[in-house]
């Protein structure tokens, strides 16, 4: 595609209810990123991928969060038994590179919010 | 670990203002630099980027020079537009993939 995509835009979860955010990148690229943005703050790294593998999942909060990328193309990820604090948006960001020496091209975000 | 620190905001200037924008950094290794641009209602957006010391990356009339010896990387602009009017990030790329951002800087500029 054209840009990276991310659905759905926006998410309302129950506490407790589990979620998936979806990230299509650009056809093509190799590496792609998930970060997590609260409010007023810089995105925070949370794992990435090169083609199918998951070479970094250092910045998962908690083994409640999953990411997966199985062909190499969309990936998804899994938030389990949603508390508040993961209220935030998660971007995804894509590189036709390896490890992104020149930068990324980001997704517009989906707004997870938990109530 | 890395760390990016930015001129908090937000600032406020009027219509063909000078800009300065500070980002300094701490990292281990030769970190590659960037500034991503966000614009009211959309997602973060390359603006530019040095990948060594005393590299210049300019862009749209920005620009910003890697200073390796006071671990800076400013971002500026002659003149400023209502339309530059975004949140601005720092940010630095040492590891494969992984990139580490300041808090961003609001700008507003008026007519």
């Known amino acids: 595609g054209a840009g990276v995509s991310q659905s759905p835009r926006y998410k309302v979860a129950k506490r407790g209810q589990d979620v998936a955010l979806r990230c299509d990148p650009i056809s093509g690229h190799v590496s792609l990123f998930w970060y997590q943005q609260a409010l007023g703050q810089g995105p925070e790294f949370l794992t990435y991928f090169q083609n199918e593998a998951q070479l970094d999942k250092s910045g998962l909060p908690s083994d409640r969060f999953f990411a997966e990328r199985p062909e190499g193309s969309v990936s998804t990820l899994k938030i389990q038994r949603t508390q508040q604090e993961d209220s935030a948006v998660y971007l995804c960001a894509s590189s036709l590179n390896e490890g992104a020496p020149q930068g990324y091209t980001f997704g517009s975000g989906t707004r997870l919010t938990v109530v | 670990g890395d760390s990016v620190t930015q001129m908090e905001g937000p600032v406020t200037l009027s219509e063909e203002a000078f800009l300065t924008i500070n980002c300094t950094y701490t990292a281990t290794g030769y970190p590659s630099l960037f500034w991503y641009v966000q614009y009211p209602g959309e997602g973060l957006q390359l603006l530019l980027k040095?990948?060594?010391?005393?590299d210049k990356g300019s862009n749209k009339g920005f620009e910003a020079t890697y200073r390796k010896e006071t671990t800076s990387f400013h971002l500026e602009k002659g003149s400023v537009q209502v339309s530059d009017s975004a949140v601005y990030f720092c940010a630095l790329n040492t590891n494969a993939g992984k990139s580490t951002f300041g808090d961003g800087t609001t700008l507003t500029v008026k007519p």
């Open positions: 040095a990948t060594k010391a005393d």
